[in-house]
C-alpha cells in the first residue's frame, strides 16, 4: 500500500535562506507524487507534482521538488525562502483507498515558519 | 469562476445531532471527494465519488454519509455528531482519474465542533 512519510512536523528558517522539506513515500507501482501547500484559513493548492516525464519537477512561487528513485524521496526546496512561503506543506501520494488513482494519500504536513 | 465552494464555513454541533456538509464545484469535475483534516494526521479521505450517482468509502467512513444527486454537488452527512467528529472538513473535486491528470481542486474548508 502507498504511504507517505514527511520529516519534520515544524520546520524554521530565516528570511532569504534555503527551504528544504523532506518527503519520503512508499509505493508499489510507479508513483505520481505531489506537493500541495496551505495557507491559514484556507484549502489546499497544487505545488507541483511529479508524473515521471522528468524528476526534477519545477513548481509555482520558485519551489521545486527532486523525484529520487534509490531513495524514495521527493524533497521539496526552494533557494531563497521569503515571509510569504510561511504556511504548511503537504506531500502526496496517488493511488489511496478503493483503487482510484485519483485518490491521494497525504503525509501530516510540515509547518514552514519563516523569520525575518 | 467560483471552484470549490463549501457550507457552512463554521459550525457548532450537539452531540447527537446532525447536519448536512455541502460542497459544490462548477468546473464539470467527475470526482469529488471529502477529506477531514486534524492537526497532526494530516488529511484522510472520508468518502469520494467517481461520477453522479456514485459514492464510494475512503480510509474513515464511519459515522458519515454522502450523496451525489447532481454532478456538481457532493455533500457530507453526520446522522449522529460525536466528539471524534469535531475536526476541518475539506472538499475537493478533480478533473481525472489517471494520476498523472490528477489535480485537485479544494474547498476552503469547514470548521466543525461537536460539544
Known amino acids: 500500500a502507498q504511504s507517505v512519510t514527511q520529516l519534520g512536523s515544524h520546520v524554521s528558517v530565516s528570511e532569504g535562506a534555503l527551504v528544504l522539506l523532506r518527503c519520503n513515500y512508499s509505493?508499489?507501482?510507479?508513483?505520481?507524487l505531489f506537493w500541495y501547500v496551505q495557507y491559514p484559513n484556507q484549502g489546499l493548492q497544487l505545488l507541483l507534482k511529479?508524473?515521471?516525464?522528468?524528476?526534477l519537477v519545477k513548481g509555482i512561487n520558485g519551489f521545486e521538488a527532486e523525484f529520487k528513485k534509490s531513495e524514495t524521496s521527493f524533497h521539496l526546496t526552494k533557494p531563497s525562502a521569503h515571509m510569504s512561503d510561511a504556511a504548511e506543506y503537504f506531500c502526496?501520494?496517488?493511488?489511496?483507498?478503493?483503487?482510484?488513482?485519483?485518490?491521494?494519500?497525504f503525509g501530516k504536513g510540515t509547518k514552514l515558519s519563516v523569520k525575518p | 469562476n467560483a471552484g470549490v465552494t463549501q457550507t457552512p464555513k463554521f459550525r457548532v454541533l450537539k452531540t447527537g445531532q446532525s447536519m448536512t456538509l455541502l460542497c459544490a464545484q462548477d468546473?464539470?469535475?467527475?470526482?469529488m471527494y471529502w477529506y477531514r483534516q486534524d492537526p497532526g494526521m494530516g488529511l484522510r479521505l472520508i468518502h469520494y465519488?467517481?461520477?453522479?450517482?456514485?459514492?464510494a468509502k475512503g480510509e474513515v467512513p464511519d459515522g458519515y454519509n454522502v450523496s451525489r444527486l447532481k454532478k456538481q454537488n457532493f455533500l457530507l452527512g453526520l446522522e449522529s455528531a460525536a466528539p471524534s467528529q469535531t475536526s476541518v472538513y475539506f472538499c475537493?473535486?478533480?478533473?481525472?482519474?489517471?494520476?498523472?491528470?490528477?489535480?485537485?481542486?479544494f474547498g476552503s474548508g469547514t470548521q466543525l465542533s461537536v460539544l
Open positions: 475537493a473535486s478533480g478533473n481525472s482519474d489517471r494520476g498523472e491528470n490528477e489535480k485537485l481542486f
Open positions: 468546473m464539470n469535475h467527475e470526482y
Open positions: 511529479y508524473t515521471s516525464a522528468a524528476t
Open positions: 502526496a501520494v496517488s493511488g489511496g483507498p478503493g483503487g482510484s488513482q485519483g485518490n491521494l494519500i
Open positions: 509505493s508499489s507501482v510507479p508513483p505520481y
Open positions: 465519488s467517481v461520477g453522479e450517482g456514485t459514492t
